[in-house]
C-alpha cells in the first residue's frame, strides 16, 4: 500500500526553523519526483519546492528560495524540507506528493498525496 506520511511541523517564532519530513512507504521514492506544497486558510495550494527522480532536479517557489532546502535519503526512503528563517505568510498546512518517474512535480498531475503538518509562524 502507498502512503506518505508527512511529520515535523508545530508552531514557531518568526525566524525559526523547522525541518519537514516525509516517509514514504510501499514504493521507493527515488524513482518518484517528490513535491512540498502548502495551502494556507483561504488561498489556494502552492507548489514549494520539488525534487526529482533520481535527484535530477530540484525547483524551490520564489518565495521560499535561499531559505527552504529540500534533500532525500534513499535509506530512510524520505523526503525532507528544511525551512529556516520562517515568516509568518509561510503558515500553511504542507503535503508532501509523489509522481512515478517524473523529474517534475505538476501540481494537479501527482499520483499520490500525504495527508499534511501543520506549520504555524508566530510571534
Known amino acids: 500500500q502507498v502512503q506518505l506520511v508527512e511529520s515535523g511541523g508545530g508552531l514557531v517564532q518568526p525566524g525559526d526553523s523547522l525541518r519537514l519530513s516525509c516517509a514514504a512507504s510501499?514504493?521507493?521514492?527515488?524513482?518518484?519526483?517528490i513535491g512540498w506544497f502548502r495551502q494556507a486558510p483561504g488561498k489556494e495550494r502552492e507548489r514549494v519546492s520539488c525534487i526529482g527522480r533520481s535527484d535530477t532536479s530540484t525547483y524551490y517557489a520564489d518565495s521560499v528560495k535561499g531559505r527552504f532546502t529540500i534533500s532525500r535519503d534513499d535509506a530512510k526512503n524520505t523526503v525532507y524540507l528544511q525551512m529556516n528563517s520562517l515568516k509568518p505568510e509561510d503558515t500553511a498546512v504542507y503535503y508532501c506528493?509523489?509522481?512515478?518517474?517524473?523529474?517534475?512535480?505538476?501540481?494537479?498531475?501527482?499520483?499520490?498525496w500525504g495527508k499534511g503538518t501543520l506549520v504555524t509562524v508566530s510571534s
Open positions: 510501499g514504493f521507493t521514492s527515488r524513482s518518484y519526483a
Open positions: 506528493a509523489a509522481k512515478l518517474f517524473s523529474i517534475s512535480c505538476p501540481d494537479r498531475a501527482m499520483d499520490y
